[in-house]
């Protein structure tokens, strides 16, 4: 497709569950981010991958989470154990990669922690 | 502490007024600056960028400034329209190479 893919698009686990969240980025986008946005906040940067190197993960909250990225393509978000708090949109975006690049994002992952 | 502001979390225009959002930021040095709107339910949409040596950036109706002495971004939407209703997001260059968001500010603009 043309635009960043996110699967599911909402998801809903029973605390203490793993899920995966999915994220098909623009073709040809080296860089891809995930972002964890709450109810009324902005996006709060969890990862950053340059292909397949995560060249960031200081945003990620927990060794709970974990994202990859083997291919340089296709990433994927993994929350083990899942917690109340973990419920948010988790947004992925892309860019080409250069500087001055401009983010394209998914429309998100709503993940629903019970 | 880092931190990222944008003027209010709310803001009602009447329709035809000109809209001004401000994004202010603390202990970052970025070389440019983004803004994104959002719709309900939706990812963030690009909208302009501006960088550090530029003081105003113009696209249709839309108008960003950028202060580096002050740390501020002001965000100007003119001849607003209901369509315009939004979050706006500002966003800059954070500690390496990831991208910092505001909170945003919800824009309603009224008929």
């Known amino acids: 497709g043309a635009g960043v893919s996110q699967s599911p698009r909402y998801k809903v686990a029973k605390r203490g569950q793993d899920v995966a969240l999915r994220c098909d980025p623009i073709?040809?986008?080296?860089?891809l981010f995930w972002y964890q946005q709450a109810l009324g906040q902005g996006p709060e940067f969890l990862t950053y991958?340059?292909?397949?190197?995560?060249?960031?993960k200081s945003g990620l909250p927990s060794d709970r989470f974990f994202a990859e990225r083997p291919e340089g393509s296709v990433s994927t978000l993994k929350i083990q154990r899942t917690q109340q708090e973990d419920s948010a949109v988790y947004l992925c975006?892309?860019?080409?990669?250069?500087?001055?690049?401009?983010?394209?994002f998914g429309s998100g992952t709503q993940l629903s922690v019970l | 502490s880092q931190k990222i502001e944008q003027n209010s979390e709310a803001l009602n225009i009447q329709e035809g007024k000109t809209a001004t959002l401000t994004c202010n930021y603390t202990?970052?040095?970025?070389?440019?600056l983004q803004w994104y709107r959002q719709d309900p339910g939706r990812g963030p949409v690009f909208l302009l960028l501006?960088?550090?040596?530029?003081k105003e950036k113009r696209k249709e109706r839309l108008k960003v400034t950028f202060d580096t002495t002050l740390k501020q971004s002001l965000f100007h939407i003119t001849a607003s329209q209901p369509a315009d209703s939004a979050t706006y997001l500002c966003?800059?260059?954070?500690?390496?190479?990831?991208?910092?968001f505001g909170p945003g500010t919800r824009l309603s603009v009224l008929p």
């Open positions: 202990n970052y040095s970025p070389a440019y």
């Open positions: 073709s040809g986008h080296v860089s």
């Open positions: 501006i960088r550090e040596n530029e």
């Open positions: 991958f340059q292909n397949e190197a995560q060249l960031d």
């Open positions: 966003a800059l260059e954070g500690n390496g190479q990831n991208f910092v």
């Open positions: 975006a892309s860019s080409l990669g250069g500087a001055y690049e401009k983010l394209f």
